[in-house]
């Protein structure tokens, strides 16, 4: 699989309806300057962002982060599945998380299936988001820390949370060793 190129890709979206990142900005309520890192893929927002976009664009997350033709059912191999979609703070910052999609090559999807690694840097700089929906995940390796509004849960292998995503919220690795998680997300169109 070729790696995502989430800016070029929300450029198209804004050219097909006329508009430009200024728009954009104000039909979200995104700061411009972070827009502008979006678009040159300097940056890589959390959900959250990447919902007020694909809303301001009329389109759900899965077809903002996914450009290929729905495939019925989808069977995604371990061994083919590949970091599309890096949570990054921006360019001169480490990484903090990767994403792997599971849902990607089915766009007709309602829920949006993740792997998940979770990098030690991500305990580091913790940055509460929300959107609507609910989120689910089980943890798989390593320790994971879950801010909840204001309460901080600790999770281990095989331990899971389901909450409801509009309260704001930070997953992140608890310990010097990565974390693994398999999540799903709904979030209503």
């Known amino acids: 699989m070729k790696t995502l190129h989430l800016g070029r890709r929300i450029e198209k979206m804004l050219a097909d309806r006329n508009l430009d990142v200024t728009q954009l900005s104000q039909r979200t309520g995104l700061d411009l300057a972070f827009l502008e890192s979006l678009l040159a893929d300097d940056v890589y927002p959390s959900i959250g962002p990447l919902l007020k976009v694909a809303r301001a664009l009329g389109v759900r997350l899965g077809t903002l982060v996914d450009d290929r033709i ?3 059912p989808l069977i995604v191999r371990r061994t083919e599945r590949s970091a599309e979609l890096h949570m990054l703070r921006a ?4 990484q903090t998380m ?3 999609s599971l849902g990607r090559g089915k766009t007709d999807r309602h829920m949006e299936p993740f792997y998940v690694e ?3 840097e991500s305990a580091k700089a913790p940055r509460l988001s929300s959107h609507e929906g609910e989120e689910w995940f089980v943890v798989t390796a390593g320790q994971v ?3 909840y509004g204001r309460e901080t849960y600790h999770l281990a292998v095989g331990d899971s949370i389901y909450y409801n995503s509009v309260v704001p919220h930070w997953v992140s690795c608890a310990g010097s060793e990565p974390a ?3 999540a799903v997300l709904y979030i209503p169109e």
């Open 145 to 147: 820390d879950v801010t």
């Open 98 to 100: 990767r994403f792997h």
């Open 180 to 182: 693994a998680i398999y």
């Open 118 to 120: 979770l990098l030690p």
């Open 91 to 94: 360019r001169d910052r480490p």
């Open 70 to 72: 729905s495939q019925d």
